[in-house]
């Protein structure tokens, strides 16, 4: 095996925000260390006669997919779960076609999730192929319990559906990345051969999209260093629309604390729908993952970051996301102190960061925070520097780079499948 390792990337990279944090924010410091993320899509080959009607020959069985890019790659990589079936994710109606799905979700405006036609074919093509798998490996990636995700986050009737594709990746895959510990043992009665790779931030993204003039009483995005102006604090969540339920479990101390501020500002990021904008002070629409949205946080200037999670097995197998990127932007982060382990237990609290239990911890730990900008100020300062020490994309290309390595050299060895 050549050095330089190809690893092909099942339905490209960066196409949706756990492809950015996951995979594409690494593809240039991967390639410096001689490891190449590649999007593969494999061509789709069926008779003549069903020319221009691939779906047809698809329902009909007579598609098959070219797996021939395999020969030239180490690794496959395969992650979380795509809707294969032609039906609505939000409400499970099945369509004849993938056009009608289409229509379907106009007319009712349901915000499905597209057929992936390829996914179901690929995987029994290949996951049961003793003689490909013995040259390629096959990887996959979760960052999500999706056997324990609530209806409320969204696509449950679609999801249901596929956990047989998801667990026969779990089973099969050479190898399975987490990124989280307690992600980890949810997944291992599926395979033992998991590794947890946390996420990263790479702190160049995490800059204001341009120079603002004028100051603002907190910690200035990416800096940690204190300014005075109007607004103080900007206190802020980040979450699609579904996160009404997280924000609930603070929204009352939030509003108590802010009625003793005069100028500040509860901010929501990623909804502007008219249940959010009746919680908070600004609403803005979801961004894109990635350069855009990491711009768009930074311009934000938010001096405290929330992070609510109702507890479930669900919620403590998520990351610490939330906590890193408010504290790229200068931020301090509040965030649920869960009955068991959870994605902030990372944090170290009253140190870089600060956990809440009850609602009556949400108020008094807001209340300290905006009565003590000193405190802000070095909490903020305490998190960034741990963020950068131990959670820079660089660094953790290289656990990623070690991942695929290992999973290149132990091709054909995972879920006995024949």
Not at 313 to 326: D, V
Not at 332 to 358: E, I, M, N
């Amino acid at each position: 095996m050549s050095a330089r390792l190809r690893v092909l990337v099942y339905g490209g990279i960066g196409a949706a925000a756990c492809d950015f944090y996951r995979r594409a924010q690494f593809v240039s410091a991967l390639a410096a260390v001689e490891v190449d993320l590649v999007p593969w899509t494999p061509p789709l080959l069926h008779p003549s006669s069903y020319a221009g009607r691939w779906f047809d020959a698809l329902r009909d069985g007579v598609a098959r997919v070219d797996l021939t890019a395999l020969d030239q790659a180490q690794v496959v990589l395969f992650s979380r779960w795509s809707n294969t079936h032609v039906a609505c994710t939000v409400c499970s109606t099945a369509c004849e076609s993938p056009p009608a799905l289409d229509e379907h979700a106009r007319v009712t405006g349901h915000h499905t999730l597209g057929l992936d036609p390829l996914l179901r074919l690929v995987a029994t093509s290949l996951l049961f192929d003793k003689k490909r798998r013995a040259g390629c490996a096959v990887m996959y990636d979760l960052d999500d319990d999706l056997f324990r995700q609530p209806e409320w986050v969204g696509h449950g009737p679609g999801l249901a559906r596929e956990l047989d594709l998801v667990e026969l990746f779990l089973r099969a895959a050479d190898l399975v990345t987490v990124s989280t510990p307690a992600l980890q043992q949810a997944v291992r009665p599926f395979s033992p051969r998991t590794h947890v790779v946390r996420n990263a931030v790479e702190p160049a993204l995490y800059q204001p999209s341009s120079t603002r003039h004028g100051t603002r009483h907190g910690t200035r995005p990416g800096t940690g260093k204190t300014v005075r102006s109007a607004g103080y604090p900007r206190i802020l969540f980040y979450g699609a629309d579904v996160r009404q339920r997280d924000y609930l479990l603070c929204a009352g101390a939030v509003d108590a604390a802010v009625r003793c501020a005069p100028g500040a500002r509860r901010i929501w990021l990623g909804s502007d729908s008219r249940e959010v904008r009746a919680l908070v002070d600004e609403a803005y629409p979801s961004v894109d993952a990635g350069p855009l949205f990491t711009a768009k946080l930074a311009d934000l200037g938010p001096h405290i970051g929330l992070a609510p999670l109702q507890d479930s097995e669900f919620a403590r197998s998520k990351s610490e996301l939330h906590w890193l990127e408010y504290s790229m932007v200068g931020a301090v982060t509040v965030a649920s102190r869960l009955d068991g382990a959870g994605p902030y237990d990372v944090v170290k609290d009253g140190q870089d960061g600060f956990l809440a239990g009850d609602p009556g911890e949400w108020r008094t730990v807001l209340t300290r925070l905006i009565g003590a900008p000193a405190l802000h100020a070095e909490v903020a300062e305490r998190a960034r520097e741990r963020v950068l020490a131990e959670y820079q994309a660089g660094p953790r290309a290289l656990e990623w780079a070690a991942a695929y390595r290992w999973a290149a050299n132990h091709p054909g060895t995972g879920g006995g499948l024949t």
